[in-house]
């Protein structure tokens, strides 16, 4: 059975070039600003699966049997419909594909759709609390290297 080595230097970040630690800041900066953006899609996702689950609480009903509504086809394309059966819903599972399911199980599948983006959010919340501690290290030891590199520079004679 082959096994792979890994070898991890660890390195101190005072020994780093102010050069290194510019591309590490950067890297840091990018990551940052990728797992927010990432949190923020989360975010909105689980306030749709939300909007679903209120929807289909407040919005069906016996009432609704025969009632004309606007059918989504896309995001900006409706088209009329009418509600043949207001106890099953059609549920959007994903990538295209919609299956249709009772009204209260269409709300247990959003609402453990919402929970896991919940547990997601908690995760990511961490990373990038995280990372963005690592960032703040990076830019007090860059600062007090571009401060130490000035004060032993010493001033250049006017000519």
């Keep these: 059975m082959a096994s792979t080595a890994t070898s991890e230097q660890e390195v101190q970040i005072q020994d780093l070039s102010l050069q290194q630690l510019s591309s590490v800041k950067k890297q840091l900066d990018d990551e940052v600003e990728h797992l927010t953006v990432s949190y923020s899609?989360?975010?909105a996702a689980q306030t749709r699966f939300r909007d679903c689950t209120k929807s289909i609480q407040n919005g069906v009903n016996a009432e609704m049997a025969g009632r004309p509504v606007l059918v989504p086809l896309t995001t900006s394309l409706y088209v009329p419909g009418a509600v043949a059966e207001p106890e099953r819903?059609?549920?959007d599972v994903g990538t295209g594909f919609f299956v249709e399911k009772s009204t209260k199980d269409a709300i247990i599948f959003y609402d453990a759709k919402s929970g896991e983006?919940?547990?997601n959010l908690i995760d990511l919340e961490k990373i990038v609390q995280s990372k963005s501690a690592n960032l703040r290290v990076v830019e007090d030891v860059l600062?007090?290297?571009v401060i130490s590199s000035?004060?032993?520079t010493?001033?250049?004679p006017a000519a």
């Design 41 to 43: 899609k989360l975010r």
């Design 150 to 152: 000035n004060s032993a």
């Design 117 to 119: 983006i919940g547990k």
């Design 143 to 145: 600062r007090h290297k």
């Design 89 to 91: 819903v059609i549920v």
């Design 154 to 156: 010493p001033p250049q």
